[in-house]
């Protein structure tokens, strides 16, 4: 039992970037329907602004999941 909890002590931080690598994801499909949305009501401005935060969400998404690969493997090898 003591070395499960070990290995989520050690994993915990990696967990959560790739929780919220995942939601920046999911987060950054809405935008994008958001931002098609105002296009397609000649909302321009609206659209490009979604768009851009669009488009930060899923690189951030993307980086936060790596990240979270990258930490959970140096975290995984430490353990041994």
Known sequence: ??????IIVALKPA???FVFGVLFGISAQG???LAQLSYGSHKRIS??????FCIALAVGGVILFGLG????T???????
Do not use: D, E, H, K
């Open 1 to 6: 039992m003591a070395s499960a909890q070990v």
């Open 31 to 33: 935008l994008a329907y």
């Open 47 to 52: 659209g490009q602004r979604f768009r851009l």
């Open 69 to 72: 690969a990258v930490v959970a």
């Open 15 to 17: 967990l959560f970037m």
């Open 74 to 80: 140096q975290r995984i090898l430490a353990l041994t």
